[in-house]
């Protein structure tokens, strides 16, 4: 009798242990990850990506010959940052536009300054700083010339990119013509999900008017910042976006209260 209670209950033992690891074995399908399972999907709002430190611009305006601040200073760079700066300027130099930074070395993704320098002289550029060194950081504008020099200063600072981060793709446009009503630039080559893009586009016109109306921001895209003013500047607006998809990655501006503009230029660069 003992032992015939023995052995069953050595049996519900290793019936038990059996059921257990089952259980084990498929408890972590019920609970995989999101992307996975096509359960749930996750949305690039929900997802651990770059944060933006601090986002500034200054301008000049026509007439002036000097910048509204002489320098942008980013006061909690810490070790990893990165520092990007876009700028859409009527240049009056002549020659190639270069923005500095104090501690560090901006480097060109993209720069239409040294090719429009015939009028009308309107290009956009895009310079950059990765794993950039702590501390304070001075960013000045380049000089536009005086007279007819004028345009927008932006400055984005970004924490959270990869210690491995590079620039991976970039894309311009230029167009003149009359009348024109938006403008569009789009990556060279495809986008990774997660990958982080800036661009700055805008325009010049044959008759000024206070506001401009540039988008800001573009549909899908977060602001850096925007000027309408083409009374005493040049109209442009600059922005931001982990790409959402894989694929390229485009930006359109239009200006409703522009109506005669006569150039459009952009640009827009992607890091991973």
């Given at each position: 009798m003992?032992?015939?209670?023995?052995?069953?209950?050595?049996a519900l033992?290793?019936?038990?242990?059996?059921?257990?690891l089952l259980i084990s074995m498929v408890t972590p399908t019920a609970f995989?990850?999101?992307?996975?399972?096509?359960?749930?999907?996750?949305?690039?709002?929900?997802?651990?990506?770059?944060?933006i430190v601090a986002r500034q611009k200054i301008h000049q305006d026509w007439g002036v010959g000097a910048w509204s601040s002489h320098s942008i200073q980013l006061t909690d760079v810490q070790a990893?940052?990165?520092?990007?700066?876009?700028?859409?300027?009527?240049?009056?130099?002549?020659?190639a536009l270069t923005p500095t930074d104090d501690v560090g070395?901006?480097?060109?993704?993209?720069?239409?300054?040294?090719?429009?320098?015939q009028v009308p002289a309107?290009?956009?550029?895009?310079?950059?700083?990765?794993?950039?060194?702590?501390?304070?950081?001075?960013?000045?504008?380049?000089?536009?010339g005086g007279g007819d020099g004028d345009g927008t200063f932006y400055v984005l600072q970004v924490r959270g990119l990869s210690p491995s981060a590079s620039l991976v793709a970039i894309g311009q446009s230029h167009k003149e013509g009359t009348a024109l009503q938006s403008a569009t630039v789009q990556l060279?080559?495809?986008?990774?999900?997660?990958?982080?893009?800036?661009?700055?586009?805008?325009?010049?016109?044959e008759v000024g008017t206070a506001n401009a109306q540039v988008t800001d921001p573009p549909s899908g895209w977060q602001s850096i910042?925007?000027?309408?003013?083409?009374?005493?500047?040049?109209?442009?607006?600059?922005?931001?976006?982990?790409?959402?998809?894989?694929?390229?990655?485009?930006?359109?501006?239009?200006?409703?209260?522009?109506?005669t503009a006569n150039v459009t230029t952009a640009a827009i660069a992607a890091f991973r």
């Open positions: 003992v032992k015939d209670l023995l052995i069953s209950k050595i033992a290793r019936s038990t242990a059996v059921s257990l995989a990850h999101p992307r996975l399972n096509g359960v749930t999907k996750i949305t690039p709002s929900s997802t651990v990506g770059p944060t990893g940052d990165a520092i990007i700066v876009l700028g859409l300027y009527w240049n009056s130099t002549g020659g070395t901006l480097r060109a993704a993209v720069d239409q300054s040294p090719v429009y320098v309107v290009g956009a550029q895009i310079f950059y700083e990765l794993n950039a060194a702590p501390g304070i950081h001075t960013i000045t504008p380049p000089g536009l060279s080559s495809n986008a990774m999900v997660g990958d982080f893009v800036v661009a700055v586009g805008g325009e010049d016109d910042g925007v000027d309408n003013d083409a009374n005493v500047n040049v109209p442009s607006e600059a922005c931001f976006r982990p790409a959402p998809s894989i694929g390229n990655q485009s930006v359109k501006w239009t200006w409703k209260g522009d109506p």
